[in-house]
């Protein structure tokens, strides 16, 4: 910003110099306007669309900064996967606008049953990524109670989509994995998240269990 009243005797400067004050401030603003649209981009690199929630590469970073942070400080971490149920024929049979409604409202369930510092994410399809960071002891016991009451806000009443659309009672199962009892790196945590996840829909769905 240039403040002409600082000239001497608040004169405004000659031609040449004026001109010379606009080319920089125009080459400012291009700057400027430039740097928004690459802090936009990275934002938006970063974000699922149809939720809002931070993507898949969104979680991962995440992941591995509190992996590096969980080992310095000795302080335990959780990974979690959650998957909703018979989504598939949920799609087929309302279609797949009324599919992504579904989503968004889970999303939003996930979003508010967790605390402010665990992290949800859009894993990919109808699953869901979680990182419970902040836990008293880091025992399955704890992170299974953090998850659990995720999946009881999920299904614990029926889904509003909108006028004419069904209002249906949707359900999640899940699966969690605990630093460093079920690895000490984030693709076994997330493997071993994802196996407990494959049980638990094995033994009926909606339900939560650990690596």
Same mark, same amino acid.
């Given at each position: 910003m240039v403040a002409l009243t600082d000239l001497p005797d608040d004169t405004l400067p000659r031609d040449p110099a004026l001109r010379r004050w606009l080319r920089m401030a125009r080459r400012a603003g291009r700057a400027l306007a430039a740097s928004r649209r690459i802090e936009q981009a990275e934002v938006l690199s970063a974000t699922d669309e149809l939720t809002g929630l931070?993507?898949?590469? &969104?979680? =991962? #970073? +995440? %992941?591995?900064? =509190? %992996? *590096?942070?969980? #080992?310095?400080?000795?302080? /335990?971490? &959780?990974?979690?996967?959650? @998957? $909703? @149920?018979?989504?598939?024929?949920?799609?087929?049979?309302?279609?797949? /606008?009324?599919?992504?409604?579904?989503? +968004?409202?889970? &999303? #939003?369930?996930? !979003?508010?049953?967790? #605390? *402010? !510092?665990?992290?949800? +994410?859009?894993?990919?399809? =109808? *699953?869901?990524?979680?990182l419970l960071t902040g836990? +008293? @002891?880091?025992?399955?016991? =704890? &992170?299974? !109670? $953090?998850? @659990?009451r995720a999946r009881v806000a999920v299904g614990g009443r029926p889904l509003a989509l909108g006028p004419g659309l069904p209002c249906p009672i949707v359900t999640i199962s899940g699966g969690v994995a605990v630093l460093p009892a079920d690895g000490s790196d984030g693709a076994t945590l997330v493997h071993k998240a994802d196996a407990a996840l494959y049980a638990a829909k094995r033994a009926g769905r909606n339900q939560v269990q650990h690596a």
């Open positions: 931070p993507n898949r590469r &969104a979680f =991962e #970073r +995440a %992941l591995h900064r =509190e %992996l *590096e942070r969980a #080992r310095r400080g000795g302080t /335990p971490l &959780a990974v979690g996967l959650v @998957d $909703v @149920d018979h989504f598939k024929a949920f799609n087929d049979r309302f279609g797949h /606008p009324v599919g992504d409604r579904v989503l +968004a409202q889970v &999303a #939003r369930r996930l !979003t508010s049953a967790l #605390r *402010e !510092t665990d992290l949800v +994410a859009r894993w990919g399809g =109808e *699953e869901f990524a979680v836990l +008293a @002891d880091g025992t399955h016991g =704890e &992170a299974l !109670t $953090v998850l @659990d």
